[in-house]
């Protein structure tokens, strides 16, 4: 049996509009394109019950003003960056105002912290939005990719889209979509622990409001793990002889799971990588990545595979070992 681990490669290959700066298209067509000019600062408007809520384009343009700032103009490393949000510049005007009145001064920090920790929220959902808009309608199989995956063996899918279900007719009791679905909650983030660096020091009692308001965009892995356990209790009761990764990144926080998955299989486990990683040097970063988690020697790493060039002749499947 084979553990295929999906990565977003796999959807690309099927051209599906799925990279970030997708998303980022999503955002100029819904919010409008030219945000040259307008300020970052995150806006809340009080709702009929009393609530705030985000005023969405401010939200839309703080993810907008940051990667453009962070020298990103493809948005690759979009969840990354996440953990990079500038939050001091959503204090800039709140540092002078009331100096001569501290707690007048405090409320309005209490204020602005809270606005910003109520639009954090909101690029989580905008980014869910934007799933709900990708079309699988007319997306057709790889031939000679749908006669090598069955329903036999397991997928750990990082990937929002039911490609493998609706397209290849993978049962959905083999597919784990470990970071959600369309139509579900979908997990999005990045991976930094560290405090957030802020420079605004003299707020003192609000470093841990900073750090708090960042850590609303940190992906929720052992969550996501614990809530898909039964499908890493099958993978550890299932003969698991080899691992395949098709367009899978290896992002250092979802290597958490490779961690857990790895664990489960037994001894002599293959794997195989695509032919675009091989052509590309990934492959390079993606062994030393195995062999760092891989503590107990239980992938044949020296012995790896070559599988499939589905990223550019679909019609092309090479199989060698190197």
């Given at each position: 049996?084979?553990?295929?681990?999906?990565?977003?490669?796999?959807?690309?290959?099927?051209?599906?509009?799925?990279?970030?700066?997708?998303?980022?298209?999503?955002?100029?067509?819904?919010?409008?394109?030219?945000?040259?000019?307008?300020?970052?600062?995150?806006?809340?408007?009080?709702?009929?019950?009393?609530?705030?809520?985000?005023?969405?384009?401010?939200?839309?343009?703080?993810?907008?003003?940051?990667?453009?700032?962070?020298?990103?103009?493809?948005?690759?490393?979009?969840?990354?960056?996440?953990?990079?949000?500038?939050?001091?510049?959503?204090?800039?005007?709140?540092?002078?105002?009331?100096?001569?009145h501290p707690s007048r001064q405090y409320d309005?920090?209490?204020?602005?912290?809270?606005?910003?920790?109520?639009?954090?929220?909101?690029?989580?959902?905008?980014?869910?939005?934007?799933?709900?808009?990708?079309?699988?309608?007319?997306?057709?199989?790889?031939?000679?990719?749908?006669?090598?995956?069955?329903?036999?063996?397991?997928?750990?899918?990082?990937?929002?889209?039911?490609?493998?279900?609706?397209?290849?007719?993978?049962?959905?009791?083999?597919?784990?979509?470990?970071?959600?679905?369309?139509?579900?909650?979908?997990?999005?983030?990045?991976?930094?622990?560290?405090?957030?660096?802020?420079?605004?020091?003299?707020?003192?009692?609000?470093?841990?409001?900073?750090?708090?308001?960042?850590?609303?965009?940190?992906?929720?892995?052992?969550?996501?793990?614990?809530?898909?356990?039964?499908?890493?209790?099958?993978?550890?009761?299932?003969?698991?002889?080899?691992?395949?990764?098709?367009?899978?990144?290896?992002?250092?926080?979802?290597?958490?799971?490779?961690?857990?998955?790895?664990?489960?299989?037994?001894?002599?486990?293959?794997?195989?990588?695509?032919?675009?990683?091989?052509?590309?040097?990934?492959?390079?970063?993606?062994?030393?990545?195995?062999?760092?988690?891989?503590?107990?020697?239980?992938?044949?790493?020296?012995?790896?595979?070559?599988?499939?060039?589905?990223?550019?002749?679909?019609?092309?499947?090479?199989?060698?070992?190197?």
């Open positions: 049996m084979k553990l295929y681990i999906i990565g977003n490669g796999f959807d690309l290959a099927h051209h599906i509009p799925t990279r970030y700066i997708n998303f980022k298209e999503y955002l100029s067509d819904i919010y409008g394109g030219d945000f040259e000019g307008r300020d970052s600062i995150l806006e809340t408007t009080m709702t009929q019950d009393g609530d705030n809520k985000a005023v969405v384009d401010t939200v839309a343009d703080l993810i907008r003003y940051t990667m453009s700032n962070l020298d990103d103009p493809n948005w690759n490393n979009f969840e990354d960056n996440l953990a990079r949000i500038d939050f001091d510049s959503q204090f800039d005007f709140v540092g002078t105002e009331d100096e001569n309005n920090i209490e204020d602005r912290l809270e606005a910003v920790k109520t639009g954090l929220y909101e690029i989580k959902t905008l980014f869910a939005e934007w799933v709900e808009t990708i079309d699988i309608s007319k997306v057709k199989p790889i031939e000679r990719l749908s006669k090598e995956i069955t329903s036999q063996d397991l997928f750990l899918n990082f990937n929002y889209t039911e490609t493998l279900e609706d397209v290849y007719k993978i049962n959905t009791n083999s597919v784990c979509h470990i970071h959600g679905k369309m139509g579900s909650d979908i997990v999005v983030g990045h991976g930094d622990d560290n405090p957030y660096a802020t420079s605004l020091h003299y707020y003192g009692t609000f470093d841990y409001g900073f750090d708090f308001a960042k850590s609303i965009l940190r992906k929720n892995v052992d969550k996501a793990y614990k809530e898909n356990k039964g499908f890493f209790d099958k993978v550890g009761e299932s003969s698991i002889s080899q691992f395949v990764f098709y367009g899978f990144s290896f992002s250092s926080i979802d290597t958490f799971y490779l961690n857990k998955v790895i664990e489960l299989v037994r001894p002599n486990c293959k794997v195989a990588f695509t032919n675009y990683d091989f052509i590309n040097d990934n492959i390079i970063h993606f062994l030393a990545t195995l062999k760092k988690i891989d503590t107990d020697n239980k992938l044949l790493l020296e012995k790896y595979e070559i599988v499939f060039n589905w990223s550019y002749r679909a019609e092309n499947i090479v199989l060698y070992s190197i």
